[in-house]
Every structure is written in C-alpha cells, then in structure tokens.
C-alpha cells in the first residue's frame, strides 16, 4: 500500500455545478481500473458562484482522496492550474479540465507512458465535436503565427490535458509571473515529451468560459509573453518606410527643382500621413503591451490567494 506511487488529478472548477458528479463517476471507476497507484483529486474552485464548492465537498465526505484548495475569488484557469500545481502533492500530476472536454479515460495511457520514462505526457485533439469552424480556423492561424515567431517548439491542437513528472511540476512552480500562459511554458521547460491522439468531445454539461474577449487577450498574452519579435517588427517596419520616405523625397526635390511647385496633392499627403499615422499608433500599442507586461511583473504581487485548503483556513501566504 504505502509503496505505491501517488498520482495527483489536477482539475480546475469555475462554476461546473453541472458536471461535477459525472466526472467523479467517470474518474472513480478509471482509478479502480489502475489500482497499482493511489490518487489524489485536486480540484481547485476558482472562485465560483454556483454549488461547485458544496459538491467537491459532499465528494471529500465520502472519499478522501477528493482535496480542494478554495481560491479566495476568480483568477482564470492559467492561475488555478498553478495554484493546484503549488498544492499537488503526487508524484505525477495530470491536468483536465472539469468538464470531461478531456476524455478521462486516457488516464491509463498516460500513466503507463511515464511508466515508460516520459516526464510530459501530453494529448493532442485529432477532432474537436461541438466547436465551430471560426474557433478551429482561428486556434490553427494562432499556432500558426505563434510558431512563427519563437524558437521554442509550441504543440498544435494541444490543450492542458496532460501527464506531468514531478520534476516538471517543480520546474513549472518556478514561474512566477503573473500573467501566465502555461501552455507555452510547457514546451518552455522542455523534458521528455510524448504525444497521444484523442478526439475531444464537446462540453458534457454547462457552458464555456471563453469568449473571443477572453481568447485574444490570451492569445496576445501567448506572443507578448514569448518572444519580443513584434518589436523587432516594428524596427523593420520603420527602416522600410523610412527608406521609402527618403526616396519620395528626393524625388519630389528633384522634380521641384526641374518643374517648380505644384500646389495640389492633398489626396497624396493624406494617404500618406494617415497610413504612417496608423502604423505609428499600431507599434506605440506593441510597445505598450511589453511595457504594461514589465509593469505587472515589476510589481512582484502574489499571484492569488487560497482561501481554504480543504477544511483547513489558509493563512500560509502563497510562496
Ligand atoms: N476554468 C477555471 N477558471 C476560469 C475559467 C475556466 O478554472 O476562470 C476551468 C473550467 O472550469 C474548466 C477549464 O478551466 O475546467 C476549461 O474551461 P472551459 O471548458 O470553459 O474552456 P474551453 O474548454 O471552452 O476552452
Ligand atoms: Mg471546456
């Protein structure tokens, strides 16, 4: 018994009232089917407002193997996963989202691959049901762009669902920053990884959380927190106007020279301090987003704040 190895499932909550029972049924009968392992249920409530805290707890009466760690408000999925991370006590920690989006069923899988030596087992969609072709045409351009852009190897069609060793759950717990996008420190920490093919399913019950708000902002926070190539875009974008702008301007010297003035070109000087304009607002916004970035980050604030864990008042401030 006490030399089994401890596997902790990591699973964020924000208002999954829904869906909550079925996936404990359908993780219940996945842990009896690998009894070499204990486990541990991590759920992290980010702050919700509906019954999911009382339904985790009613699950912890009856198994205790179901922990919580109640986050003191809602601070987004990238927050919670770290959270979960900080208090995940397994040997392996596998991620997934509450609302069975990801099949528990690869769980076996997952295990026996890190069995197997991998410290980063992660499953790739071969389909997603339920989502429509903007979201998929829009997620692939994204990777796409954002592959272009780094050094670092990003996976396509990868989510959160995963295996991690605990090597790369201690190497995940050293970023600290504020605004988070886990999914690129993941290919950052690097380790052994390995990929495994699923069709995701549509949400079992509920609603999603993203909306094309909420999936920009992370997507902006996905380059800006990766490369600084956008500013180095800028710089190059500047040169080429500038050495067009010198040729124009010297062209127009010349003919002044040769023909004199002529008074119209109205059209022509408004195109052109427009369009150099917008090119200068657009960059002044690529410098502000890094600069906004270095202002959280500066700041050193806690990245959130525990509520309880399990029963317990959390009063230990976060590391
Ligand atoms: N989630 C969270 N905090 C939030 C939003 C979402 O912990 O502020 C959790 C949510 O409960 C789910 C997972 O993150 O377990 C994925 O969320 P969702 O299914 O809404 O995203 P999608 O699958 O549509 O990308
Ligand atoms: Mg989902």
């Known amino acids: 018994m006490e030399n089994k190895k401890l596997v902790t499932i990591l699973i964020p909550a924000y208002n999954e009232e829904e869906v909550l029972n079925m996936l404990y049924e359908r993780l219940y009968s996945i842990m009896e089917s690998v009894p070499n392992y204990n486990f541990e249920l991590l759920f992290v409530n980010d702050g919700s407002k509906d019954n999911t805290l009382n339904i985790i707890k009613d699950l912890r009466k009856n198994d205790k193997r179901v922990c919580y760690l109640n986050l003191s408000r809602n601070y987004g999925k990238e927050i919670a996963m770290i959270a979960g991370l900080d208090y995940s006590k397994g040997d392996a920690v596998i991620i997934i989202d509450a609302d069975l989006q990801d099949p528990p069923e690869l769980i076996p899988q997952m295990i026996s691959l890190w069995e197997q030596g991998y410290d980063d087992v992660y499953a790739k969609r071969k389909s997603r049901k339920g989502e429509t072709w903007l979201k ?3 997620s692939k351009m994204y990777y796409k762009t954002l592959q272009s852009v780094t050094k670092i190897e990003i996976q396509k069609d990868t989510g959160d669902f995963r295996l ?3 090597r790369c759950v201690e190497a995940l ?7 988070r996008y886990t999914k690129g420190l993941f290919s950052w920490i690097g380790y052994n990884k390995k990929e495994i093919l699923y069709d995701r399913d549509p949400r079992a019950a509920g609603k999603t959380k993203w909306n094309y708000r909420k999936l920009i902002n992370l997507s902006i926070d996905g380059i800006t927190s990766f490369t600084t190539a956008p500013l180095r875009w800028a710089t190059t974008t500047g040169i080429f106007i500038s050495i067009i702008g010198f040729i124009y301007m010297m062209f127009i010297i010349i003919k002044t020279l040769a023909y004199g ?5 109205y059209s022509s000087t408004m195109v052109v301090i427009l369009f150099i304009g917008g090119i200068q607002l657009v960059f002044l916004g690529i410098i502000g987003e890094y600069l906004g970035r270095a202002f959280y980050e500066s700041k050193h604030r806690p990245i959130y704040f525990i509520d309880t864990y399990n029963e317990e008042k959390e009063t230990n401030l976060p590391k």
């Open 136 to 138: 998929k045409f829009t």
């Open 261 to 265: 003035v002529d008074v119209p070109g």
């Open 173 to 179: 717990k050293q970023f600290r920053e504020s605004q």
């Open 164 to 166: 991690l060793d605990r």
